[in-house]
């Protein structure tokens, strides 16, 4: 079992950086990749970025390729989201997400709780 905490959400100003943390717990050796995923309301949830546990290889959606950055910290352990310049269409309740490089795009074997990012002025 895995267990994923999100923290670092809030409201922040268009053009502004807001970054996301996500703790991993449990057997994370069962994993070989976390990313992020978001939902806005009344949209479907969407694939944001991941990474492997060594930090590469590295995706990101069209969207926000450019402007957002994940990476692991502490021994593999946490995933941050970097985000940058930061637009309103950011806004969305983001998820952690675990599994495995080939599938989790379509099969997330652990979902955080969420934390909520506004971008609003």
């Known amino acids: 079992q895995v267990q994923l905490v999100e923290s670092g959400g809030g409201l922040v100003q268009p053009g502004g950086s807001l970054r996301l943390s996500c703790a991993a717990s449990g057997n994370i050796f069962s994993i070989n990749a976390m990313g992020w995923f978001r939902q806005a309301p009344g949209k479907e949830r969407e694939f944001v970025a991941r990474i492997t546990p060594s930090g590469a290889p590295i995706e990101y959606a069209d969207s926000v390729k450019g402007r957002f950055a994940i990476s692991v910290e502490n021994a593999k352990r946490t995933v941050v989201l970097q985000m940058n310049s930061l637009k309103s269409e950011d806004t969305a309740v983001y998820y952690c997400?675990?599994?495995?490089?080939?599938?989790?795009?379509?099969?997330?074997?652990?979902w955080g709780q969420g934390t909520q990012v506004t971008v609003s002025s």
């Open positions: 997400a675990a599994g495995f490089w080939d599938s989790i795009l379509s099969d997330v074997k652990y």
